[in-house]
Every structure is written in C-alpha cells, then in structure tokens.
C-alpha cells in the first residue's frame, strides 16, 4: 500500500543550524508528495508539495527536492530559528479517481535559542 | 474567520458511552475526512468521503460512523467508547490536491 517513512522521531538543533529530515515513500501510482507543519494546538498545516520528478518545493526557507529514483522527498532548511519549532509531518497522496492522503510518522524539531 | 469549525474543542466521556464530533467546512470542497492523532499513531487516516460519499474506511471498528446530513458536513458518531479511543480527532477537506485540516476536537475517555 501506499506509505511515508519519516526517520527521525525527534530532532533537537541550535538556532542557525542546518536541518534535514528524511522521508522516503511507497507509491502505487504517481504520488503528489507534501511536507506538512503541525503547532501545538492547531491542525497540520500545508508547508508546499510536489508532483514531479525533480521538482523541487519550497515555503518559509524550507525545501524539498521530489526524487522518483530513490523514493525521497527530504525536508531542508539552511539555518532554523526557534519559530521553527513544531512537528513536521511528510505526506502523500495518489489521485485514483479521488485522493487519500497519507502521513508519516511525523518529526518533532526542537531549536534552542 | 476559520474555514473548518469542529465541535466541541474538548470533550471528555466515559467509558461505554456515545458521543458525536462535529465538523463544518466553508471551502466550498467536495471531499472531507477524519483523521485520528494520538501518541501511538501520530496521524492516523481514518475515513474519506467525496460529495457526501464513502470513499475509504480505513477504521476497523464499526463504533466509528461518519455521518454526512450536508455537502460541507461529516460528523464522527463514536459508540461504546474505550480509553483507547481517547485521542485528537481531526477533520480535513481537500480540493485540487491539497487537504486542509480543521483544528481538531480533543476527546478523552475516562
């Protein structure tokens, strides 16, 4: 079935540190894929998408880069500010007529000032 | 001005009990959905529907009942509730590829 695999459970960084979370996918089809942001209290919130290979998405300094070749959709930030904190979830979704969207395990970033 | 509204915020209940999650949205989006998040299962795909049809019930419990009265609604009927149950439920609607998340009701089950 289709699914999402988040590594990292939770990461701790410093402000201005470099962030990467990893997210690898099993589609069946042709996945439109998403990193979502969830605060606390509130709902997951989108964050962009892709649906191409090699097309890259980007918002708020974050980006990913959608890779077919090794089912990747890694999330980036050059330098994270203790804003930056939440969870981050990756998702995707297979249109078959209608769409499901599934999420990973999401990743909880802590950045200490 | 919030686009899904979900019902109550908190709700607390007992064991054995029933207990219906409301959800509205004004997006004007033909497919809507319940996810479940809790410590064990982060966010969990439950139910989706598309112009007030079941499209996918990935719920193994039957307690669970969506319930669609109008285009921009699905409510959550949950029966006999469990402990287990106890969790943040969350509505979400989606159109043109991109799904929305309401702000989630808070259930526990004492």
């Known amino acids: 079935g289709d699914s999402v695999t988040q590594t990292e459970g939770q990461v701790a960084l410093s402000e201005e540190d470099f962030l990467t979370i990893h997210c690898n996918y099993s589609a069946s089809g042709y996945p439109t894929l998403f990193w979502y942001v969830q605060y606390p209290g509130e709902g997951p919130q989108l964050l962009f998408r892709?649906?191409?290979?090699?097309e890259k998405g980007s918002s708020r300094g974050f980006e990913a880069t959608y890779d077919k070749g090794t089912t990747s959709f890694h999330l980036r930030k050059a330098s994270v500010q203790e804003s930056d904190s939440a969870v981050y979830y990756c998702?995707?979704?297979?249109?078959?007529?209608?769409?499901?969207?599934?999420f990973g395990k999401g990743t909880s970033l802590t950045v200490i000032p | 001005d919030p686009k899904i509204i979900q019902k109550p915020k908190y709700l607390v209940a007992v064991t054995g009990s029933e207990k219906i999650l409301i959800c509205e949205q004004y997006?004007?989006?033909?497919?809507m959905y319940w996810y479940r998040q809790s410590a064990k299962k982060p966010l969990e795909f439950m139910f989706s529907?598309?112009?007030?049809?079941?499209?996918d019930n990935q719920t193994a419990s039957s307690r669970f009942q969506p319930q669609s009265s109008k285009k921009n609604h699905l409510d959550l009927q949950i029966t006999a509730l469990k402990p287990d149950d106890s969790a943040t439920y969350f509505c979400?609607?989606?159109?043109?590829?991109?799904?929305?998340f309401g702000p989630g009701t808070r259930l526990t089950v004492l």
């Open positions: 892709a649906s191409r290979d090699k």
């Open positions: 997006l004007g989006h033909n497919a």
């Open positions: 979400a609607s989606s159109q043109q590829g991109v799904a929305y």
């Open positions: 529907y598309s112009y007030q049809k079941l499209m």
């Open positions: 998702a995707l979704s297979v249109d078959t007529g209608y769409q499901n969207f599934y």
